[in-house]
Nanobody, 121 residues
Framework: QVQLVESGGGLVQPGGSLRLSCAAS????????MAWYRQAPGKQRELVAG???????NYADSVKGRFTVSRDNAKNTVYLQMNSLKPEDTAVYYC???????????????WGQGTQVTVSS
């Protein structure tokens, strides 16, 4: 059983910063891909940033230059540093990880419970 636990959301003023964390626990052999998604009210869930095991990253155009995704493989944790936050960044943020529990096992996608980020003055 794998569990993802997120932390770090909250209320911040425009221009402020927040750092989200997501730690995976349980039966884990490897995590190929870690990512952050977000979903605003009335909108579809969208990919914000992703990072593979080798460290390569990709970002949504709307957050490039403001957000930074990183990972700590020893801790099975992914982070999202969010700077210069805008009201349009307001959403529930979800972490996602593609995890294998053994060398010959298939990869399964796991989701965190979501954390609210609200950017407002």
């Amino acid at each position: 059983q794998v569990q993802l636990v997120e932390s770090g959301g909250g209320l911040v003023q425009p221009g402020g910063s927040l750092r989200l964390s997501c730690a995976a626990s349980g039966s884990i052999f490897s995590i190929a891909f870690m990512a952050w998604y977000r979903q605003a009210p009335g909108k579809q869930r969208e990919l914000v940033a992703g990072i593979i095991s080798g460290g390569s990253t990709n970002y949504a155009d709307s957050v490039k230059g403001r957000f930074t995704v990183s990972r700590d493989n020893a801790k099975n944790t992914v982070y999202l540093q969010m700077n210069s936050l805008k009201p349009e960044d307001t959403a529930v943020y979800y972490c996602n990880m593609n995890i294998r529990d053994g060398l010959a096992s298939p990869t399964y996608s796991h989701w965190g419970q979501g954390t609210q980020v609200t950017v407002s003055s």
